[in-house]
């Protein structure tokens, strides 16, 4: 991987015109990927430069955390303010709505928290993500307390669901959360009302949350490999 990359040139390019929308004095949601990733570091950049002063981030994973420290980005806690002025994350799928489908990463919990706390959410994804409907590629994935993971399922599955328990990679068992918490990825034929499904989702008892993301996105920056070239546009 060299830094001569296109695709990773693009989401380069799509973090720092993020970070670029953050004003000084700004309560930052810090999302949770790999194209924010490239957020945080440009917000460290901005803050060592003197351009930007005064920004204090929340994370919205261990992740995020560990990369604000890495960056000299100063983090604060959802109890010690009483709102957030910006939230930057990616997704998994966007549609033309902008709803998404976050939790590619197993953090949609705490950045469903966050993000919909933010005055605004500004959403970075590669043009990949973009589908005409949810579902049609990224599965939703579905955050469950371990003891209920049995019941959670077949619930799941009446409701027309393929639950699948997310397994580690290089680690032996399910993955767990941030929080202690299994994760199921869902599969349905169709999302037609992801409004509704949210709703429905979440009051399943022992589910805590889930990845489907409504009315919640204000601006989609997506960037684009065009004739070798990384492109930002505005969704």
């Known amino acids: 991987m060299t830094a001569t990359d296109p695709v990773k ?16 004095g700004s309560i930052v949601g810090l999302g949770t990927g790999s194209t924010t990733a490239y ?11 003197g351009e930007l002063k005064d920004i204090v981030g929340i994370p919205t994973s261990f992740q995020s955390e560990v990369l604000a420290k890495e960056y000299g980005v100063p983090l604060t806690t959802l109890d010690a303010v009483d709102h957030i002025d910006i939230a930057i994350d990616g997704a998994d799928e966007v549609d033309p709505q902008k709803n998404l489908i976050k939790g590619g990463g197993a953090a949609h919990t705490r950045e469903k928290v966050v993000d919909y706390l933010a005055s605004q959410f500004i959403v ?9 409907r949810l579902g049609s590629v990224f599965a939703v994935p579905v955050e ?3 003891m209920a993971i049995t019941p959670v399922t077949n619930a799941i599955k009446q409701l027309g669901g393929k639950p699948e328990l997310r397994m580690g990679i290089k680690k032996a068992g399910p993955v767990i959360t941030d929080q202690g918490n299994f994760v199921l990825d869902v599969r349905f034929d169709s999302i037609d009302d992801p409004v509704n499904l949210e709703k429905i989702l979440n009051n399943i008892p022992g589910v805590l949350e889930n990845g489907i993301f409504v009315n919640c996105a204000d601006v989609v920056l997506v960037g684009e490999v065009i004739d070798g070239q990384p492109v930002v546009r505005q969704l």
Request: no cysteine; net charge positive; hydrophobic share 45%.
């Open 124 to 132: 970075v994804v590669d043009s990949g993500k973009l589908v005409d």
């Open 144 to 146: 469950v307390i371990p």
């Open 9 to 24: 040139l693009m989401k380069q390019e799509v973090g720092k015109a993020a970070a670029l929308l953050v004003k000084s």
């Open 39 to 49: 957020t945080i570091q440009y917000l460290g950049d901005r803050l060592k430069s």
